[in-house]
């Protein structure tokens, strides 16, 4: 079993500082390109989804979380209040108050939607020293966070369209689900009134649990303080459970900031809000990525994409000119020349890239590489540096966990 924690540190991927404090990583230049790959990722699928990015405040007044509730139901995870020039400022727990606001800035019309709104936006949680570790609990936290404004008849397709968007990341990430489960309302004061509110939200997420074909079970006490959810479960080495993606809808948002739309009758209405993470805490996922795959991480989401191992010092200006050709279509590489050592040494170095391109005197003469593929295979013939470079790049393109295509010829 992998541990994120060892493995991070080992493969120069993050580490913390006892001056920046706990909780707190910072990601090295290996650790920070994987998260780049992530949320490039992330990002591309949401437009193609049709969802719109913004970018908001990581504080806001304390007054917004009020109106939100986050103040009376979740302040123990917050962080306190900061003074500014006479009034109080939070750093945020949670996207969604200003992700309301920007909704509310607005006039819309119930042509608009549904319409999606989706932000990478750091948030803070005052997490106790005890709970934290690694990227799995922190308290600086970047997420992936995303709300629809819908109507009430829109709600079931979109939380469904959401639940299909987080299987298609988990296929590109090689992500398997332990699990789903109906996160609802516990016993006691966490959570706000409105009895017909909470039956409405569990029905709509139960029907679209249902229709998707998904086994699920329910949980109480595992609700968000304004609505029920339905949470992706994941399992570490170890079988042990954590939350990663989750689907929510919420009527208490939309009433406490009086959102609204004018509808085909020409009259105000209440929109609905679907809270929706693909890959939840952009912290977490890596946390989870590294675990999963021992720092071997599928092709476009890896470190470094292609090694370029010249056999002599005779072939550097060719190495070098292939590492230009890889940057140039978008690929991540480097070279590992003879001042690392022998050839044999250096190709078990670079054990975790997907490719290493091996340039010796043949290859560099008819602009061609010795491919090796991480898992092992090598096709029989040096082949075309421009054919390696199509090949490999379609693989990344597509988000593939596939090394090599069919026609392998290895």
Partial sequence: MHDHRRLGRELELFDTDPLIG?????????????????????RGAERRAGY???????????????????????????FPPMDLGGEQVVLRPSLCPHHALIYRSRAHS???????????GGMYRSELSGVLGGLTRVRAIQL???HIFCTLDQVAEEARAALELILEAYGALGIRPARYRLSLPGPGGKYVAGADMWQRATALLID?????????????????????????????????????????????????????????????????????SIV???????????????GAFPAWLAP???????????????AAGFVRRCVDQGLRAEIAGPEHGTLGARVRAG????????????????DRVALRLRDGRRPETALPAAEVLTRIGALVGAHSTDLWDTDTRA
């Fill in 110 to 120: 119930y042509r608009e939607l549904p319409l999606r709104m989706a932000e990478l």
């Fill in 52 to 78: 719109r990015h913004v970018c908001s405040p990581v504080l806001g007044k304390r007054e917004l979380y009020e109106i939100s509730g986050h103040w009376s139901h979740y302040s123990d995870d917050m």
């Fill in 144 to 146: 992936n966070d995303a």
């Fill in 351 to 366: 054990r975790l890239v997907p490719y290493q391109a091996v340039i010796g005197a043949k290859e560099a003469v008819d």
């Fill in 208 to 276: 679209v649990l249902d229709g998707f074909g998904a086994p699920y079970e329910a949980a109480e006490g595992e609700a968000a303080f304004y609505g029920p959810k339905i949470d992706v479960q994941i399992a570490d080495g170890a079988g042990r459970e954590t939350t990663l993606s989750t689907v929510q809808v919420d009527f208490h948002q939309p009433e406490r900031f009086g959102l609204h739309y004018i509808g085909p009758d020409g009259a105000k209405h209440r929109p609905v809000m679907v809270h929706r």
């Fill in 22 to 42: 706990a909780g707190l990583p910072y990601w090295l230049p290996d650790g920070a390109a994987v998260r780049h790959a992530l949320e490039e990722y992330v």
């Fill in 280 to 294: 939840g805490s952009v912290e977490r996922a890596v946390a989870h990525l590294i675990e999963l795959h021992g």
């Fill in 304 to 318: 470094t994409q292609v090694l370029v191992l010249p056999v002599s010092d005779a072939e550097m200006p060719r």
